[in-house]
């Protein structure tokens, strides 16, 4: 399945581990919290590496605060 949505729900700590995994997908700007790239959409479903890689920020955000929706 690919990701279809990708969006971060409340309780980011700023860890930047997320922007670390898959800068083209996630940021987190100085003293704020992880939110979505501008143009991140054309990202998703692009190929299975990227899915991989946004999967692998999903499962390694600390405080489980990234959602994915499949196609
Ligand atoms: S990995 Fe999780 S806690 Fe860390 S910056 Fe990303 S969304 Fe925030």
Same mark, same amino acid.
């Given at each position: 399945m690919a990701i279809k949505?990708?969006?971060? /729900?409340?309780?980011c700590i700023?860890?930047?581990l997320c922007e670390d995994l898959c800068p083209e997908v996630f940021e /987190?700007?100085?003293?704020?919290?992880? #939110?979505?790239? $501008?143009?991140? #959409? $054309?990202?998703?479903a692009r190929d299975e590496d990227m899915d991989d890689k946004i999967r692998e920020a999903v499962e390694s955000c600390p405080v489980e605060v990234i959602e994915v929706e499949d196609s």
């Open positions: 949505r990708v969006w971060i /729900v409340e309780g700023a860890c930047n /987190v700007p100085a003293g704020g919290t992880s #939110q979505t790239t $501008k143009g991140h #959409q $054309k990202f998703l």
